[in-house]
């Protein structure tokens, strides 16, 4: 190599490495003293809940979050109103002691991102790829899972859901005659936008106003309904699908059903009004009783033998620790469809709710007292749905309901500063 080419080189490595130097001295100029005001004020407090502070990164995180969810409602809006009450849901689980392990903020992260057939990592990854960072999506899961923890150390124990309501959710008490006035969200859930749907459908869930319903109707709803705001006219219980039918009796006039699963959709219900007719006896697909005999008849004996038992026992279940050690045949239980139930019993199951007793029916020419009691009812309405299902259904609209009350209350006594 020449000297000429060599200093020709050296000269242009020179002059690489002044242009890489000058580019960044720029790039640190950038990212340190032109934007260090913008990054002041991004960081700096926006607004102010009791001693916790919310910065305009975090108002912009959010409302990007929700952007990407397409959530209803002004995306900036919503993320104030969102990030005020976590902070006072927050507060509130410290107070009480209250904080989830790692495990749990991972398994709601998890659960979360499976809504969209997606692991956390994945959806972290997509949010990511859109400006989101890991963190905000993170305290956006923390928040709901303390406060779900928060709400049922505080009111589960209030929260009781008789057999009676129920029976009434089932359709067991003349569902039939029960009709409902009530309005409709389709949400469309194309594949990959299933998240995005279902951040939407919980959106909705929280409305309380049939107005704001009928709005989120218009905009977001897929169905033929949308033009008239989701409402639909009158129509009896019976006649909605067994899925829908035990969300729908639970509910009061304004409130919303949990997002429902639909295939290629979340559907979402209002309650707008209900009325009941004169009660019409149902369809019963099933009649589970219990037939425990007695020796006696009628006797003092077997009537005070009766007695007891009844005093004793709650449930059908309890009847095998009455009947244990005696001979199979003095304990009858059996789910029948009511064509097959013996006439006598089933004229006496029709007087009877479910654990009720009757002594009134007696076996082998009166020598033998029957001790019936209901089980339970299945009406043909109702046969895909189980109590179990129907109960944690109302259970869950009560404890809502307490939480609701309990975030309006921490609201109205905190201190909310708006820089």
């Not at 002691?97 to 903020?105: A, Y």
């Not at 006219?233 to 509910?251: E, F, K, N, Y």
């Not at 064509?339 to 199951?349: K, Q, S, T």
Request: with cysteine; hydrophobic share 45%.
């Amino acid at each position: 190599m020449s000297r000429l080419t060599h200093i020709m080189h050296s000269l242009t490595r020179a002059a690489l490495a002044l242009s890489l130097a000058l580019i960044l001295a720029t790039l640190a100029w950038i990212a340190t003293d032109a934007p260090r005001a913008s990054a002041q004020t991004l960081f700096e407090p926006a607004i102010k809940v009791n001693d916790n502070v919310i910065t305009r990164y975090e108002l912009e995180q959010r409302a990007r979050m929700l952007q990407l969810f397409r959530s209803p409602g002004d995306p900036q809006s919503t993320a104030r109103d969102q990030l005020i009450e976590d902070r006072l849901k927050l507060d509130a689980a410290s107070a009480a002691g209250l904080r989830p392990s790692r495990d749990e903020i991972e398994a709601g992260m998890e659960e979360f991102a499976s809504r969209a057939d997606m692991s956390a990592e994945q959806l972290i990854n997509a949010l990511s790829g859109a400006g989101v960072a890991e963190q905000t999506f993170r305290d956006f899961i923390i928040v709901g899972v303390t406060w779900r923890q928060l709400v049922r150390a505080r009111f589960a124990p209030r929260v009781e859901v008789s057999e009676r309501e129920i029976d009434r959710a089932l359709g067991q008490t003349g569902a039939g005659s029960v009709r409902v006035l009530l309005a409709e969200i389709i949400i469309a859930a194309e594949p990959g936008q299933e998240a995005a749907a279902e951040a939407r459908a919980r959106e909705i869930a929280q409305i309380t106003s049939t107005g704001a319903f009928s709005a989120a109707a218009r905009r977001h709803s897929a169905s033929q309904s949308r033009g008239r705001g989701g409402r639909l006219g009158w129509q009896a219980v019976s006649d909605l699908p067994p899925a829908i039918q035990s969300r729908v009796l639970g509910l009061a006039p304004g409130q919303v059903t949990e997002p429902i699963p639909i295939p290629g959709g979340i559907a979402l219900f209002q309650m707008r009004a209900i009325e009941e007719g004169e009660v019409v006896q149902p369809e019963y697909a099933a009649i589970e009783y219990a037939a425990y005999y007695i020796d006696g008849g009628r006797s003092d004996a077997a009537l005070a033998r009766a007695q007891k038992v009844r005093e004793s026992i709650d449930t059908c279940d309890d009847l095998y620790g009455i009947a244990k050690g005696q001979p199979e045949s003095v304990l009858d239980r059996g789910s029948k469809k009511p064509g097959e139930i013996p006439a006598d019993i089933a004229a006496e199951l029709t007087r009877l709710d479910r654990h009720e007793v009757s002594t009134a029916l007696t076996r082998a020419n009166g020598q033998t007292l029957v001790f019936l009691m209901l089980c339970g009812r299945t009406p043909v309405i109702a046969e895909d749905v189980s109590r179990e299902d129907v109960m944690l259904s109302l259970q869950n609209r009560r404890l809502e309901s307490f939480a609701n009350g309990y975030l309006e209350q921490l609201r109205a006594e905190a201190r909310i500063i708006e820089k």
